[in-house]
């Protein structure tokens, strides 16, 4: 299983509003830039750009998915096989992480409830939550 993270998307700026992790997001063209990745979310495509491959070819998104508060707040899908999904997470309408994950790390536990609030309420109550920094769950009694 492959984890792909936003090591390479995660840009610290200082001048943003509570050091926040800068925006670079071309809203005219709908791209999202990271390092040496553009991503249309537009298409759904990922381009990636390197100095020795000047014709790589395209990715494809599964889906993108924007979360704030801890809450999924937008999400669009884009292609059923594709296998990577884009995660926004902003936190006061500033921009704190951008994730790329595979199916399975999209699919845990972790990402699911921690990141997206998703969570069975009759089986969980959530007892805190700081998102994006901390959240617990309090596991409910089985129901006879």
Do not use: W
């Amino acid at each position: 299983m492959t984890r792909r993270h936003a090591g390479a998307c995660r840009h610290h700026n200082p001048r943003a509003p509570q050091g926040g992790v800068e925006r670079h997001v071309d809203s005219e063209n709908d791209e999202l830039r990271c390092a040496a990745l553009t991503i249309d979310l537009r298409s759904g495509l990922i381009n990636r750009r390197a100095a020795t491959d000047a014709a790589a070819v395209p990715e494809r998104l599964r889906r993108a998915v924007i979360v704030e508060g801890g809450r999924v707040v937008r999400e669009r899908e884009y292609e059923r096989t594709a296998t990577l999904t884009v995660e926004l997470i902003f936190e006061a309408d500033t921009a704190k992480a951008v994730y790329l994950l595979d199916e399975p790390a999209y699919e845990s536990n972790l990402n699911q409830m921690f990141v997206l609030g998703r969570f069975d309420a009759a089986r969980f109550d959530e007892v805190f939550n700081d998102f994006p920094y901390a959240r617990a769950f309090r596991v409910l009694a089985r129901p006879r």
